[in-house]
């Protein structure tokens, strides 16, 4: 069971994490967690090509170390990236410092400096994002895609990412094995849905001190 849009209640609770980007223009911030997965990305990297689309990409540290080269190509298409640490740990199974120590050995992998930060699950104690802020900005999402859920029909997930979606939205897809179904089919169909209104998709800056 999960929420397809992030409610107040919420972003209230969190409210140092970002959300969304607080904007009257028609703009996406299309993000993609869990790569780079040989295929998947690549087929991520190809449809955001073709609608002239940049999106940020929460990479795992241990899946950039074994495909380097589809790494390199997400790089060297503008788009930009944010740690989601070495192992996909969830923080609020995990130790503090392991789980801080899990973050820096993703820094170091990813071979750049960016301040974006997702924590897998969006599970994160208190007291490692106390650790993490304010030199990272921790995201989150606004619109939930749902691709990752056996639950929903490749049908829902795009009803649903469209249903949400409003300018400044972050919205979370999954370049992964588990959600390539549901992202295949719904990724092209919300960039010509939004792309027709006249909305453009845009990446998070990496080093940004406000977003």
Known sequence: ???????????????????????????????????????????????????????TFFCIGENVRKHPAIYQQLIGKDHTVGNHTFNHLNGWKTANDTYTENICRCDEQLGLHTRLFRPPYGRIKRAQASVLLPERKIVMWD?????????????????????????????????????????????PRVLDHFGGLGYRFASLPMNEPAL
């Open 1 to 55: 069971m999960f929420l397809h849009h992030a409610p107040f209640w919420l972003r209230a609770i969190y409210p140092n994490f970002v959300w969304r980007i607080r904007t009257n223009d028609k703009v996406l911030f299309l993000t993609f967690d869990d790569g780079p997965i040989p295929d998947v990305t690549e087929f991520v990297l190809s449809t955001l090509e073709d609608h002239a689309a940049r999106a």
């Open 143 to 187: 619109v939930l895609s749902g691709d990752f859920s056996q639950e929903i029909t490749p049908e829902k997930c795009l009803r649903k990412t469209i249903q949400y979606g409003r300018p400044g939205s972050i919205v979370l897809f999954h370049d992964s094995l588990k959600a390539r179904k549901n992202m295949e089919y719904a990724l």
